[in-house]
């Protein structure tokens, strides 16, 4: 165990590439950095503040919560404990020392704020299930972003019934209220159109990255988003893509011949962006660094994500329609 964040930090610049062998030995290698860095945190919180004044989790969210990290990534985590809402400012101090943490030892803070050093994401089970209900009520762009982030998670150490709880609370009021798979289907349609009418790669055109092609947004995306939905109406509680795959294929038979094709774009983003040096490159690969083999994987990685989002898409409004 490392005994300070500077000793993490040197410990991820001296493992990172080792670790980034397979997506999954790089993630069990975030896994135990974010784990231990927590330790700390939670150790030095102790001594300042005394005990936790209540039952808690510590989970993660986004790609951490999904075990889909890449070698650069940022933080995406919360904190749902047992209690009273007074005990927040506690729970507060934890998240924000975790952050903090974190950053040093080579997790960017995130620009949404979504971490536990954010009211919104470090609160009590019962006004996190108030929250949900509020978001599902409003039903904007933003009120459905967040609650799909929260449904990306998993807890990394405490009390996993905690999460659980507040997931199925979420899940009841989708069944109640049908229509708003429509909306959120509307919500994860915004995604970058990777290949162009004569079939070329589209690369983005903003100052700095042109001739870069958007992995995340462009080709990972799509089969994130279409399983996310999946899983939200058949009450999946697991954040994982591929463990998503896993529960939703008998549901849902067309999925398996996608499954394989996520898999591959796991790996293949993997070897396209290890050996970058920062979290900004990370989801840029340049479009003129790619060989013609890889030009075509691109192209058909793309267009398997698309066909899988439609055919969600079909599939999900049949099934609110009856």
Not at 184 to 208: A, C, R
Not at 267 to 274: A, I
Request: proline share 3%.
């Amino acid at each position: 165990m490392g005994k300070t964040y500077e000793e993490l930090k040197m410990r991820r610049q001296q493992e990172i590439q080792s670790a980034a062998s397979t997506p999954l030995k790089l993630n069990e290698f975030h896994d135990e950095l974010m784990m231990e860095t927590f330790v700390i945190a939670k150790e030095k919180i102790e001594k300042e503040q005394g005990k936790p004044p209540a039952p808690f989790a510590f989970f993660l969210m986004g790609s951490a919560g999904r075990f889909e990290q890449q070698v650069w990534s940022d933080q995406d985590h919360g904190i749902i404990f047992e209690g009273e809402d007074h005990d927040q400012d506690y729970f507060l101090k934890l998240g924000s020392e975790v952050s903090r943490g974190l950053a040093i030892v080579g997790y960017e803070l995130c620009e949404g704020k979504v971490m536990a050093s954010n009211p919104l994401w470090c609160q009590s089970v019962s006004s996190y299930k108030k929250q949900i209900a509020n978001w599902l009520e409003e039903a904007s762009w933003q009120s459905l972003r967040n609650y799909s982030i929260l449904f990306d998670s998993r807890v990394l150490t405490g009390e996993e019934r905690l999460l659980h709880e507040i997931k199925q609370e979420g899940f009841s009021l989708l069944g109640e209220n049908p229509h708003l798979y429509e909306r959120l289907i509307d919500n994860f349609e915004f995604m970058k159109k990777g290949i162009g009418f004569f079939g070329q790669l589209l690369t983005e055109q903003s100052n700095g990255r042109r001739g870069d092609i958007h992995l995340k947004e462009t080709v990972y995306f799509p089969y994130v988003n279409a399983l996310r939905i999946l899983a939200f109406k058949k009450e999946v509680n697991t954040a994982s893509t591929i463990e998503r795959f896993h529960s939703l294929r008998w549901s849902y038979p067309f999925l398996k011949a996608y499954e394989k094709d996520f898999q591959e774009l796991l790996e293949f983003r993997l070897r396209l962006t290890k050996d970058v040096d920062t979290y900004d490159e990370v989801h840029l690969v340049p479009l003129d660094s790619l060989s013609k083999k890889e030009r075509q994987k691109m192209k058909y990685l793309i267009k398997r994500g698309k066909e899988l989002y439609t055919k969600t898409k079909t599939v999900l409004k049949e099934e609110i329609a009856s």
